[in-house]
């Protein structure tokens, strides 16, 4: 049994070598993003917000075909699964729809403007679990549900 367990570890090992090899050209942005996430920094919540609110604005603008959305968006990955091993050494050192009426395009305004804040809150999350806020407002949450469970009980008796 020790044998087997050996060699899942060896295994493991092995695969998280080749895992680090791969991402070893995005490891300055990882960690980069990770402070931003984090937010290190003050202002880094409101630069977030900034930058997808001039995405969407500029998706909005542009107003593209699903189709035109789509390949833009797998040509940007691509490009920067190209670039950023690139260029990444360079900048952070070498240390390590379419509209057919009114009507289509409110819906449409109306999905991004939903969509926006879900992006907006998957990448505020980490930052407002760090600062504790995630745990007191789920906090006060129990809290009011537990008060309403008792009072239930109480009229149920």
Known sequence: MAEGDNRSTNL????TAGLEEQLQGWGEVIL???KILRWEKTWFPAAMLSVVSVIFLLIYYVDPSVLSGVSCFIMLFCLADYLVPALAPRIFGSTKWYETNL??????NLFLFHFFFKVCFVLLFPGLNKHGVISKYAGMAKREVNKLLKHKEKKNE
């Open 32 to 34: 980069v993003t990770d």
């Open 12 to 15: 493991l090992a092995a695969e």
């Open 103 to 108: 009507e289509q395009k409110k819906n449409y």
